[in-house]
Every structure is written in structure tokens, then in C-alpha cells.
């Protein structure tokens, strides 16, 4: 059997028939990665919106305590110097330490509070130590939601064919998962 020739017509449109076919899938693949690197970015936003709000009600909290406060200074002034590296951190590796640092003091406040029973009758106190509890658990979802999205992400960059198309465009895997302290 003679080899079959394929006819000049079809050579002619072969070739920009799968450049096009390559690009479709090139612009599809980087549209993927992009789109879920911003759904990543974007959810991390929502956990810093979060832990925003918690430094504003940890001061509101702090503002309840009145007198039973004086006898706490050390502490009062950590919560102080936390919150002020926070509104003071300008990237995501610093907000987290600050963010952690207000873990460890958050958990202070709470027992601090124990020794002083008028403040558990005090209603201002409970209403900010509910939202508290309630941002709390926003920030776990939150922090759930993006580590989510750090995983869909990091799928696309680290399989076929993303892992061959996503350094060549300067996307690289994302490595931190984040996690609440206990």
C-alpha cells in the first residue's frame, strides 16, 4: 500500500487549525489558574475582614472591663501593642503574627475575666464577648473557605497541564495553609 498524500487544501488549514486549538486551551488553562488564584486572594480577604473585626471587639471588650481592668496592666498593655503592630502590618505574614499574638492574648483576656464575676452580670460585657464568640466562628469559616481555595489552586498549578503552563506565567503554588491557633 502506497503512503497517502495528504492534499494541499488540508495542509493549508491544518496548521492554523491547531495553533487555534493550542491557544484555545492555553487561554482556557491560564483563565482557570487566574480566576482561582483571585478567588484564593480574595477569600484570604474575607478572613483579614474578620480578624478586623475581632481586634475592634477585643478593644470594645477591653473598654467593659472598667475597674477590674487596673489590676491587668501587663496584660491591657499587650492587647494594646497587638493591636497596634495589626493596623501597623502592612503584609500578610505580619498580620498573622499580630493575629496570633491576639490568639494568645484572647485567651488571657477570657481568663482574666474568670476572677472578676461582676463582669459576667455586666450586659455591655456579654453582648461584646457574644459577637466576640460570634466572629470567632466566622474567622474559622472563613479561614476553612480560603485553605479551600488555596486547594482548588494549588490543583491547577500542580497538574496537567498546569504545571507546565503555570511557571512559564509566573504562577507558582500557594504553601501556607492557614490554621486558627487552638
Known amino acids: 500500500m502506497k503512503d497517502m498524500e495528504i492534499p ?8 492554523p487549525a491547531i495553533i487555534v486549538v493550542v491557544f484555545l486551551g492555553l487561554y482556557n488553562v491560564l483563565n482557570n489558574i487566574a480566576a482561582n488564584q483571585e478567588n484564593m486572594v480574595s477569600s484570604w480577604g474575607q478572613v483579614e475582614n474578620k480578624l478586623q473585626l475581632r481586634f475592634d471587639l477585643v478593644s470594645r471588650l477591653v473598654n467593659t472591663l472598667g475597674d477590674s481592668a487596673l489590676q491587668e496592666k501587663d496584660l491591657l498593655e499587650d492587647i494594646t501593642n497587638s493591636t497596634s503592630e495589626w493596623n501597623n502590618a502592612h503584609t500578610t505574614k505580619s498580620k498573622l503574627e499580630a493575629a496570633n499574638k491576639m490568639d494568645a492574648l484572647l485567651s488571657r483576656l477570657l481568663t482574666m475575666v474568670e476572677k472578676y464575676p461582676d463582669l459576667k452580670a ?32 494549588n490543583a491547577l498549578v500542580r497538574n496537567l497541564p498546569g504545571n507546565i503552563i503555570a511557571p512559564l ?14
Open 122 to 153: 455586666n450586659p455591655d460585657f456579654l453582648r461584646v464577648q457574644g459577637e466576640l464568640s460570634e466572629a470567632e466562628n466566622a474567622i474559622s469559616v472563613d479561614r476553612e473557605g480560603y485553605n479551600g481555595a488555596v486547594k482548588r489552586y
Open 8 to 15: 494541499p487544501i488540508i495542509k493549508i488549514f491544518l496548521l
Open 169 to 182: 506565567f509566573g504562577y507558582k503554588p500557594e504553601t501556607e495553609y492557614r490554621k486558627s491557633q487552638e
